[in-house]
């Protein structure tokens, strides 16, 4: 079982940024599609973005497309979501996800059912 650890999480004014970053346990040769879901309560979890860490764009859901920046490490271990122009709407807990070594699909990545592996989430609060 992989383990992904989240750091980076806070609270900011709207408007401000913040840069999460997931690193895990393991190294996969051939890369793993890695994730970035956020859960705010009462709502459903909602993937937001996801990349392959062998490489190619990431996919990022209309929500956060423009505001959001989804990228990888030097090595396959880690990636980092870069969160600008933050608002109230964005406040939720923030989990990374990675499945078991396959790349991302653009008809499935945004679907928790695609992961494994979870982080245990950051929390991101963003103040009016």
């Known amino acids: 079982q992989v383990q992904l650890v989240e750091s980076g999480g806070g609270s900011v004014q709207a408007g401000g940024s913040l840069n999460l970053s997931c690193v895990a346990s393991e190294y996969s040769y051939s890369g793993v599609c890695m994730a970035w879901f956020r859960q705010a309560p009462g709502k459903e979890r909602e993937g937001i973005a996801a990349?392959?860490?062998?490489?190619?764009?990431?996919w990022y859901a209309d929500s956060v497309e423009g505001r959001f920046t989804a990228s990888r490490g030097n090595t396959k271990t880690t990636v980092y979501l870069q969160m600008d122009d933050l608002q109230p709407e964005d406040t939720a807990k923030y989990y990374c996800a990675a499945n078991n070594g396959f790349g991302c699909y653009s008809q499935s990545w945004h679907y928790s059912t695609s992961y494994s592996n979870w982080g245990q989430g950051t929390q991101v609060t963003v103040a009016s």
């Open positions: 990349l392959y860490t062998g490489g190619g764009r990431p």
